[in-house]
């Protein structure tokens, strides 16, 4: 329908007249002109994935794809003008982020081949859909729920909650409560190895696939020789989702689009790599794997193998997270170099200065500007916004943005204020804990410290990464508070072990004063 036209008639009728339009125009369009037809907005009140299809000399059978998104499938509104510039002889400014719409041709064109590639389009646009409106009611949920988990916590360490002779039960609920909790984050991205969003209604199915997923992390953490120690549960449940989400980025972050910590075409932010939520989950399961496999070294007199592992380890989240072709994340490497610098420098008992503190810091500049720096070698339509970045400093355009991400950040904290202050004020408090080892909070973990020798490190090296994220990343609020949802329970999950081992060791000369 024309611009400025009413729309009248029943659905029927307005579509009856688009096809008659497209139809005229497609009559009168030279011979051998290509044919684009895209919707370019909503119907209704309801944002959904829209329809873009193509026939040309340029567009045969197939599917339309766009290196801006790296989905098969999934296009922008932006590639649709680079594309118009490109087939006219123009060049298309870079500044418009978009590139030009491939015609994937399709291996077998018989019916049944088209229905299947057209159920696998409606499936994008349904579980873009279903998911977009379940996303705040799981995170409400998950928070809340966590809530509850550290209230228990509470209750059952002061002692308030089952007496000495129930406590091992409670410590032992409260641990295996604590590791399913931290087993969500990686249980969502899984979910969508499954067509939930088919399910009536929809959150019943992504429940039901999250909660499935949950169950298998929590059981191999669980189970096997590792559950005799504190540590066992948490690294297995760590590698789990560092793994889900490696593997996930590498093979094109089908996964993340569209599920419930993922990535959300209808918002279009990103469409692959890591996002401020992708890589906080990312870095605090390999900061704390790290901790926990070079605590059982340390403690048997491994410094320098605890040392390596710890650096080939973050070398490893340095690379997968950073990598233009994988992660593409410009924000996630210099908060991850400083962290895991930390923890093998406390590793090898080496004293953090000032100046290797401000060394590091330089190097991880370095290390983004030169991973930007290759990006930008790469032709325009192929850079990742690395690229753009390096692109921006020689247009001058970079304090620009860099003030807007700060703008961005600081307009979040202070728009939903009081809530998100809690973040910066949590990470302080974290930091104060941390930094003190007489105070309450760290009184309370020195048990566990002395069992997991790299435990405290470890937990700085965490708070450092978290800490930067959220200061150098545009909506960095979600960084520290994403990252508690995999921390908190599995240090909840260390802490009722020590204590439950405690608590058995106790029970003989309890029973000895009685008699």
Do not use: C
């Not at 605090?284 to 410094?303: E, G, K, N, Y």
């Not at 503190?357 to 330089?362: H, R």
């Not at 290759?374 to 001058?396: C, K, M, N, V």
């Amino acid at each position: 329908v024309a611009t400025g036209e009413p729309t009248q008639g029943s659905r029927a009728d307005q579509i009856a007249a688009v096809d008659q339009r497209i139809g005229e125009v497609r009559a009168a369009a030279p011979l051998g002109a290509d044919l684009i037809v895209a919707s370019l907005s909503d119907a209704g009140t309801s944002e959904r994935l829209r329809l873009v299809v193509a026939q040309g000399p340029r567009f045969g059978a197939g599917r339309l794809d766009s290196a801006s998104t790296r989905q098969p499938g999934l296009v922008q509104a932006q590639d649709l003008t680079v594309t118009l510039l490109t087939l006219s002889g123009l060049t298309p400014p870079s500044s418009l982020g978009g590139t030009t719409l491939m015609s994937v041709p399709a291996p077998d064109n018989s019916e049944g081949a088209a229905q299947s590639r057209l159920r696998s389009l409606i499936d994008q646009d349904e579980a873009s859909h279903e998911v977009h409106s379940l996303v705040p009611p799981f995170f409400n949920t998950f928070a809340y729920g966590q809530l509850v988990i550290y209230l228990l916590v509470f209750l059952v360490w002061t002692g308030r909650v089952g007496s000495p002779q129930t406590r091992l039960g409670a410590l032992s609920a409260v641990r295996v409560v604590a590791v399913a909790a931290a087993s969500v984050p990686a249980s969502t991205f899984l979910a969508n190895l499954l067509p939930w969003w088919r399910v009536d209604p929809p959150m019943l199915g992504v429940v039901g696939a999250v909660g499935l997923f949950v169950a298998l992390i929590a059981a191999v953490a669980l189970s096997g020789p590792w559950r005799q120690s504190p540590a066992g549960p948490v690294a297995v449940v760590a590698a789990i989702t560092m793994a889900v989400l490696a593997i996930d980025v590498m093979t094109g972050s089908r996964l993340q689009i569209s599920s419930l910590m993922g990535l959300q075409p209808v918002v279009a932010g990103r469409f692959y790599g890591m996002g401020n939520v992708t890589f906080a989950i990312f870095v605090t399961s390999a900061i704390l794997l790290a901790t926990m496999v070079s605590s059982w070294l340390v403690r048997r007199d491994h410094q320098q193998l605890a040392a390596l592992l710890v650096a080939v380890i973050g070398l490893a989240t340095v690379v997968i997270d950073g990598s233009p072709a994988w992660g593409a994340d410009g924000g996630g490497p210099p908060a991850t170099i400083p962290a895991f610098v930390y923890l093998v420098l406390s590793i090898l008992g080496v004293r953090l200065t000032w100046t290797r503190a401000l060394a590091i810091g330089a190097a991880s500049v370095v290390v983004f500007l030169g991973v930007a720096f290759l990006d930008w070698l790469r032709p325009p339509e192929s850079r990742t916004h690395l690229g753009r970045f390096i692109q921006a400093i020689l247009d001058g355009d970079a304090l620009d943005i860099i003030v807007r991400k700060g703008q961005q950040n600081l307009d979040i904290l202070l728009g939903n204020a009081p809530l998100t202050l809690l973040v910066p004020a949590a990470l302080l408090f974290v930091i104060y804990v941390l930094a003190r080892p007489t105070s309450w909070g760290a009184k309370a973990l020195q048990r566990s410290y002395d069992r997991l020798p790299t435990l405290r490190a470890g937990l700085i090296a965490l708070v450092i990464a978290l800490t930067i994220g959220f200061l150098i990343n545009d909506s960095g609020t979600a960084i520290p508070a994403v990252g508690a949802t995999v921390a908190v329970p599995l240090m909840v999950a260390v802490a009722a072990r020590t204590l439950r081992d405690e608590v058995k060791a106790d029970a003989p000369s309890r029973r000895a004063r009685r008699s």
